[in-house]
């Protein structure tokens, strides 16, 4: 125990002469405009202490004027090195330069951000996108609603999910969060005129409705009307009979077969059937066994 403490005195003795040593150390240095190597090696040439240090981490060719009045080679080195994290230690007769390392807790962290999404009457709402605006995190509610994140405090939650409108949530801290969606008026409110001539909404239909407007058709400037809607309309097969004025167009909806052998178009104008005639069938028009199609 004597034989370290002696040792421990000794150390400290000799790091106080060494600071005292450099303290009583005077340079002479004016310079302008010069680099900081420019600097260190001017200092080596009037003194007796020598730089160590790595070129990696000091920026040797950094440009600084230095005027020191006092001529302490400590202060001349503070005047160098301000503003940087270059720290220096005196061992002998050697000044060791070193970085300080960065805090990391200093960082801003990451925190786990948990939450809930509902509709407007309390139910849970299962598979919202969940999503760090600007960045690719992302996470999915479950079935309970429920979800968790990795988010820095300040950031912005992007909650998105099909028929509601999309919320923007700033992170606060890391309390648990209740988010309400609404739905989109736009997209739900849609409605179409069902062949029975009622309106309905778009999102009650159990089957596939697609419209076409007066412009599209017109577009086509086709003397028959039926040809005009080709290519327009998804599932729809319609192929000319004959050209010219007066031809027919033959019409077949998503694919060729049916239960009944019949698998022409059901066409319904203020919900009456109209019966679909055949060429081939000329008095059949009078007695109405034309053919009504399927649909």
């Given at each position: 125990?004597?034989i370290?403490?002696?040792l421990?005195?000794?150390?400290?003795?000799?790091?106080?002469?060494?600071?005292?040593?450099?303290?009583?150390?005077?340079?002479?240095i004016?310079?302008?405009?010069?680099?900081?190597?420019?600097?260190?090696?001017k200092?080596?040439?009037?003194?007796?202490?020598?730089?160590l240090?790595?070129?990696?981490?000091?920026?040797?060719?950094?440009?600084v004027?230095?005027?020191?009045?006092?001529?302490?080679?400590?202060?001349?080195?503070?005047?160098?090195?301000?503003?940087?994290?270059?720290?220096?230690?005196?061992?002998?007769?050697?000044?060791?330069?070193?970085?300080?390392?960065?805090?990391?807790?200093?960082?801003?962290?990451?925190?786990?951000?948990?939450?809930?999404?509902?509709?407007?009457?309390?139910?849970?709402?299962?598979?919202?996108?969940?999503?760090?605006?600007?960045?690719?995190t992302?996470?999915?509610?479950?079935?309970?609603?429920?979800?968790?994140?990795?988010?820095?405090?300040?950031?912005?939650?992007?909650?998105?999910?099909?028929?509601?409108?999309?919320?923007?949530?700033?992170v606060?801290?890391?309390?648990s969060?209740?988010?309400?969606?609404?739905?989109?008026?736009?997209?739900?409110?849609?409605?179409?005129?069902?062949?029975?001539?009622?309106?309905?909404?778009t999102?009650?239909?159990?089957?596939?409705?697609?419209?076409?407007?007066?412009?599209?058709?017109?577009?086509?400037?086709?003397?028959?009307?039926?040809s005009?809607?080709?290519?327009k309309?998804?599932?729809?097969?319609?192929?000319?009979s004959?050209s010219?004025?007066?031809g027919?167009?033959?019409?077949?909806?998503?694919?060729?077969?049916?239960?009944?052998?019949?698998?022409?178009a059901?066409?319904?104008?203020d919900?009456?059937?109209?019966?679909?005639?055949?060429?081939?069938?000329?008095?059949?028009?009078?007695?109405?066994?034309g053919?009504?199609?399927?649909?």
């Amino acid at each position: 125990m004597r034989i370290s403490l002696a040792l421990l005195f000794a150390v400290v003795l000799q790091l106080s002469a060494e600071d005292g040593y450099a303290q009583r150390t005077r340079v002479a240095i004016s310079m302008n405009n010069v680099s900081v190597e420019q600097v260190l090696n001017k200092i080596e040439e009037t003194s007796d202490y020598v730089f160590l240090y790595n070129d990696k981490t000091i920026q040797k060719n950094r440009i600084v004027s230095v005027r020191n009045n006092s001529g302490k080679i400590l202060d001349i080195l503070d005047e160098v090195f301000k503003g940087t994290n270059i720290t220096y230690t005196v061992v002998d007769k050697q000044i060791i330069l070193s970085t300080n390392k960065l805090n990391v807790t200093e960082q801003d962290p990451t925190i786990q951000v948990k939450g809930t999404v509902k509709d407007t009457k309390g139910e849970p709402l299962i598979g919202v996108n969940v999503k760090v605006k600007g960045t690719t995190t992302g996470a999915i509610t479950d079935f309970d609603g429920n979800f968790q994140i990795q988010a820095k405090k300040g950031a912005v939650l992007e909650i998105s999910y099909i028929g509601y409108a999309s919320q923007e949530v700033k992170v606060a801290d890391n309390k648990s969060l209740s988010i309400v969606m609404t739905e989109d008026t736009k997209v739900l409110n849609e409605v179409v005129v069902t062949a029975l001539g009622i309106k309905r909404e778009t999102k009650s239909l159990t089957y596939n409705v697609q419209q076409i407007g007066g412009d599209e058709v017109a577009k086509a400037k086709d003397m028959n009307v039926m040809s005009s809607l080709a290519g327009k309309v998804a599932g729809v097969n319609i192929n000319a009979s004959s050209s010219g004025i007066g031809g027919g167009a033959r019409v077949v909806m998503r694919g060729t077969k049916s239960i009944s052998g019949n698998n022409n178009a059901l066409y319904v104008v203020d919900g009456v059937p109209l019966a679909n005639i055949s060429g081939e069938q000329p008095d059949d028009q009078y007695t109405g066994a034309g053919q009504s199609g399927d649909g």
